[in-house]
């Protein structure tokens, strides 16, 4: 990292398109464009102005452009930035790049303008990792949840946090310096006030990781059920809701298609498998197996099966074959169209002898006559999800800052658990290492390694 | 076409990139875009000048972004402009336009942009055709001669001499006044020393298509031969060379992978075939008729023999089956390096009767040891291009251009022959007709179908 020379990247995907925008940062970003810029002296025009004229190499006309001039600090690293839109030719715009580096830029690694913003303090860590997030935002929710992260909401919050405890760090700290007294500056009631008052924010800004994870990961959902349980009808009946908002990804696992189904701004990524059997051969127990690694992979377990047919043994060997810790399965009774009400399969589930099977993960549909649908996608939701989006929360998305959150949590649960009886210097080892954790979050306490880490997943460019 | 509305579309490619540009154009622009935008007055703003603020769905931030205002007429369509560079989320570029739909905008047509722009006067229709080419070139070739055509250097040689034609149009126009006393005011013999004039240089611009179509287009060029004549060895020579401009694209039939091989800033396409033998069975009369359709829909053929072990009858067979009307045909004697050079395949060469062979036409190599390879390259050139690029001439590349070349040096072949014959009303029309193919070429003479021709033909956002 030397924030002392120019660095150059196009900022614009590649591909052909009407036009491509090439950026520069760096104190001479200016001058280099300036050497081969026919038009007006670059160096002598104000901030946010724009200027027509051709990219020239030696005699040679390469393309006729619009530069945009941003002198620092008024930038989006805080130096001087030059942005050259040129006509969208790669050809063109490799040439024009190719060209300013002659004239003295460096290739931009990626994420160096990002990495620049926040090394000039022009953002904090979080909001920098918002601008990855912002630019791979594919809906609604992932894009509000990483607006509201970029616009400081995540970073203010744990900022004023951080103030608190530091006031009573240094209060602790002064408690040292006077050990042989056995004084007590920091109120130790207030301070188990605050501790407990921080905890619990920061225990709902973990708690909020499951819907801010599900919203900027989306929720890996396998569909299973015996052959003939109407998988495939459930499938299509679920999507046909919302064929607008559907599309087909190539799985990640082999031959898997996964359908993507919106729920209340939340992409669930249905997982449909081969239809299961009580395994009696080698060859069905290899298609349990398969099934079973999908769902250990999985969060969500959509178990479907036909009313009209499956015995209560069966149904009863299912679901104790197919539950796996840590995935929450919801139980769906399909075809409840064709059998009678009276003698519904309320009895066969009656008959089940599993505490597991609770009115809140089973349901009664059917997928062909499209009954209970919009109810089974609300089961889905509330069973992957214990919150709901309500608008401008503050949530966490970040795996990154999950872990400095619950290592903060701990930290200070072992100031708190320790109050009364270890030493100051125990403490405010603690409370210094709580310090430390909230700190790696905004990039207040940073390290190469982790900013090398973070900002080497950005694209060029950014 | 209804110049008084706002158009809006992406101008940059789409996927994932660190940012994106949105381009609104039309009367209300500026007026359109404030409606969503929060951060100064826009409509107060002066032309040029770029502002930082968000992009608003009435409370829900949608982005934060960078607006570039042009103010007509100064702009790349003469009308109000305005730019919006967005992070490069496809979900938010998205959201965005639709933001602006709403608000008044209405989806641009392909080549909307750069239409506006011939039909206000800010470029004439060559210059537009050039803003295409511009961002197809994949070359420096393609390239220089786009930004020439752009810049108007081909226009302005047109308009030159279409001036002269309507001096002399008008001349006769007035000699039709005065049909019954038989006067002349137009000199016929300076007539005739333009439109020979005129013509010569018209000429040159037809002849020039060929290179310039090679440019813009490439040359597609086929290897032929016998199976172990070398083809793959000779192939692998030519692209060896040039290994750091060579790349490999899928053919746009069946199977075929193309080479592409620069020479001289052309890009030749070479087309490797199955090797060719005397037709003695179905099966290889089927490679044989394969191999010509694909050297028929060509305009190179590089033919390759084994200088050890042809016979003159085999290499008499192969030239006079391989060779196709209007086909350029190289014949390419490899492996000298494995003969003596005294009993040279040279003696082979003349023992065949065929009078096409050529000194400049057949040529020795190596393609193992890489002998003769340049000079191979340069032939392979000067074989399929009579002209070498030789750096700011104006070269045709579009058939169209062509096209009305062609029907106006047959114009004023006409106006040449009827000089002496005809009278002044036929003199009148045929330069009347040459004045029209003339004026479609800038655009001084469209009709909505040639406009629509041209520019369904851009992509949208341009």
Redesign the interface.
């Known amino acids: 990292m030397n924030p002392t020379d120019t660095i150059i ?13 090439i ?1 520069l940062s760096g104190p001479d970003a200016i001058g280099i464009t300036a050497k081969a810029f026919k038009g007006k002296d670059l160096t002598k025009q104000a901030s ?4 027509f004229g051709q990219m020239v190499d030696d005699d ?5 452009v619009l530069v ?1 001039l ?1 002198i620092e600090p008024r930038s989006y690293t805080g130096e001087n930035v030059v ?1 050259i ?1 040129c ?6 715009l490799e ?1 024009v790049i190719k060209l300013l580096m002659r004239k003295g830029a460096r290739a931009a690694k990626p994420g160096e ?1 990002t990495l620049r913003a926040f090394l000039n303090g022009r953002m904090d860590l979080s909001q920098a990792e918002a ?1 990855a997030d ?7 929710a ?3 949840v990483a ?1 509201q992260q ?2 400081g909401g995540f970073s203010s919050q744990l900022q004023s946090l951080r103030d608190q405890l530091v006031q009573f760090a240094s209060l602790i700290e002064l408690e040292l310096d006077f050990a042989e007294e056995d004084v007590e500056f920091a109120n130790r009631d207030q301070l188990k006030t605050l501790i407990l008052q921080i905890n619990g924010v920061i225990g709902s800004l973990i708690r909020s990781f499951e819907l801010g994870n599900a919203i900027k990961q989306g929720v890996n959902s396998v569909i299973a059920g015996r052959p003939n349980a109407g998988k495939s009808t459930l499938l299509n009946a679920l999507l046909n809701e919302e064929r607008a908002i559907v599309s087909h990804i190539p799985g990640t696992t082999r031959d898997t298609i996964e359908e993507v189904l919106n729920i209340n701004g939340i992409s669930f990524r249905l997982i449909d498998t081969a239809g299961i059997r009580e395994a009696t051969d080698a060859i069905e127990k290899i298609g349990v197996e398969r099934t079973m690694e999908k769902i250990s992979q999985s969060a969500l377990l959509l178990y479907v099966f036909d009313a009209t047919t499956i015995s209560p043994t069966e149904l009863q060997y299912d679901i104790e074959t197919l539950q796996t810790p840590g995935v929450k399965m919801l139980v769906v009774a399909n075809k409840i169209d064709l059998i009678n009400p009276e003698s519904s399969n309320i009895a066969i589930f009656q008959h089940c002898n599993l505490p597991t099977l609770q009115p809140s993960n089973f349901l009664q549909i059917s997928a062909k006559q499209k009954l209970n649908i919009e109810e089974l996608k609300q089961h889905i939701y509330s069973a992957a999800i214990s919150e709901k989006l309500i608008g401008e929360e503050t949530l966490v998305t970040n795996i990154r800052h999950l872990e400095a959150l619950t290592k903060t949590e701990e930290a200070l649960s072992r100031v708190l658990s320790g109050m009364d009886t270890v030493t100051s210097d125990f403490l405010a080892m603690d409370i210094k290492q709580a310090l430390h954790y909230l700190g790696e979050i905004t990039g207040a306490v940073t390290t190469d390694d982790l900013l090398k880490n973070i900002f080497s997943k950005f ?4």
């Open positions: 990247a196009l900022a614009t995907p590649a591909g052909t398109g009407a036009i491509g925008v950026r946010h102005t724009i200027h040679a006309v390469l393309d006729e945009s941003f942005e839109s006509h969208g030719s790669q050809y063109i040439s303008f601008v912002l630019i791979a935002s594919n809906s609604k992932s894009q509000q607006i970029l616009r694209c060029i460019g950014k």
